[in-house]
């Protein structure tokens, strides 16, 4: 099946935003062959639109209003047409879910999430967090899946769902300090009263890196089930793909667990030569 010019051109707009704001997965997705690296692109560049509405400064009623107007784009897609809409990234998207089969739901359940942000949502169990984490995470693994391919659709969609979980909850251990300042709070409330904190970052240190401790143990197990997802994936270059990019989340966790204070005072991060080194070794992997 032949591109467009009009859909090529989409699709590098939408790899350009991937290059210049996907600070960890460009390093997984440009691993992958020409179609599923555009697909890809296409699909993370709603995503980074939607986040941004939620992360942005707008008054809360503006940001729930232009997420609005973000799943009315997403009907149109899954309606197969796109009634006008000339964005580049619906244009691609389109493109994609032909290609692909996307589950355009998923963007609904990540609109679904990022409202849960604006809302100023707070979490009392990890039940309740492992929702949000499904709305905001899991969701894009099963879009992940779906480009990849897999020898199992269903258990590989419950498994993006878990790796999915496994690595928001990396990102909210990294984010703990800057969300906090922003006044979010992720960690369920019922482990902040079993450490006897009354945040992630107030309190005597002992009983914070308690808490990072438990929470980074956590994060491991939802890492050991959402691996599972490697083997069922159709062709070397996706396996690649996901392991480089679990790979550098799976670091940033190791960093925390070697100092669980540190998401105190800082926010973890990894170089691009360290990311690099990942997809390289990423990609020997997946073809051995």
């Known amino acids: 099946m032949s591109v467009s010019a009009a859909v090529s051109e989409a699709y590098r707009t939408c790899e350009e935003t991937t290059r210049r704001e996907a600070a960890n997965f460009f390093y997984g997705i440009r691993l992958l062959p020409a179609d599923k690296r555009r ?4 699909a993370y560049a709603l ?3 939607i986040d941004d509405i939620g992360d942005g400064d707008l008054p809360a009623e503006e940001k729930l209003a232009a997420l609005r107007h973000a799943r009315d784009g997403v009907a149109h897609l899954r309606s197969g047409v796109l009634n006008g809409h000339t964005d580049a990234i619906l244009v ?10 996307l589950p355009t739901e998923a963007f609904d359940e990540l609109i679904d999430g990022v409202e849960l942000d604006v ?3 707070t979490y009392e169990t990890f039940a309740d967090l492992h929702h949000y984490c499904i709305c905001v ?3 894009i693994g099963r879009l992940c899946v779906a480009i990849f391919g897999s020898s ?3 258990r590989a969609a419950a498994l993006a769902d878990d790796l999915g979980v496994a690595m928001q909850l990396t990102n909210i251990l990294r984010d703990v300090r800057e969300d906090r300042a922003n006044g979010r709070v992720y960690l369920p409330a019922e482990d902040l009263r ?12 002992e009983r914070i890196a308690g808490l990072v401790r438990f929470e980074a143990g956590r994060n491991r197990e939802w890492f050991a089930r959402g691996m599972q997802l490697v083997p069922l994936l159709t062709d ?4 690649a793909c996901l392991l480089a990019m679990t790979g550098i989340y799976r670091r940033i966790l190791t960093r925390i667990e070697a100092d669980p204070v540190v998401v105190t005072r800082e926010r973890l991060s990894l170089s691009a030569w360290e990311k690099a080194r990942v997809a390289a070794v990423s990609l020997a992997r997946s073809t051995t």
């Open 137 to 139: 995470a899991g969701s």
């Open 236 to 239: 070397a270059r996706s396996k």
């Open 194 to 205: 079993r450490f006897d904190l009354p945040d992630p970052v107030t309190g005597p240190p």
């Open 119 to 121: 809302r100023g949502a």
């Open 152 to 154: 199992d659709p269903v």
């Open 92 to 101: 691609a998207l389109a493109d994609a879910q032909e290609r692909f089969a």
């Open 47 to 49: 995503a980074r639109r």
């Open 39 to 42: 697909a890809m692109s296409a």
